[in-house]
Nanobody
Framework: QVQLEESGGGSVQEGGWLKLSCSAS????????MGWFRQAPGKEREFVSA???????????YYADFVQGRFTGSKDAVTGTVYLHMFELTPADTATYYC???????????????????WGRGTQVIVSS
């Protein structure tokens, strides 16, 4: 079992920024294949970003189209903590943000929530205009 815990959410004004963190139990290798998702009230959970490593290709990092360069993912190689830096936030970014892990290997479809085995409880982000 891998336990994930998100932090860093909060309330900000439009145009503001937040840095979300996701820590995992059991060592840094448990965050080798990670995804960030979000879910707004009344909407389905949607993909935000994913990072991992593919043999022969190296590391990868993908973002949803709506990110448009505003979000940046990173990882502390020592602690395994992953981060999502979010800038230029808009009210449309208001949601609960979840990190997800797939320690057993890269997902076939990094955008599919069902590909991930472990989830945090989420951290709420509220952006007001």
């Amino acid at each position: 079992q891998v336990q994930l815990e998100e932090s860093g959410g909060g309330s900000v004004q439009e145009g503001g920024w937040l840095k979300l963190s996701c820590s995992a139990s059991g060592g840094s290798t448990n965050t080798n294949y990670m995804g960030w998702f979000r879910q707004a009230p009344g909407k389905e959970r949607e993909f935000v970003s994913a990072n991992g490593w593919l043999s022969g290709r190296g590391s990868y990092r993908y973002y949803a189209d709506f990110v448009q360069g505003r979000f940046t993912g990173s990882k502390d190689a020592v602690t395994g903590t992953v981060y999502l830096h979010m800038f230029e936030l808009t009210p449309a970014d208001t949601a609960t943000y979840y990190c997800a892990a797939r320690p057993r290997g890269p997902p076939r479809n990094y955008r599919d929530p069902d590909e991930y085995d472990y989830w945090g409880r989420g951290t709420q982000v509220i952006v007001s205009s």
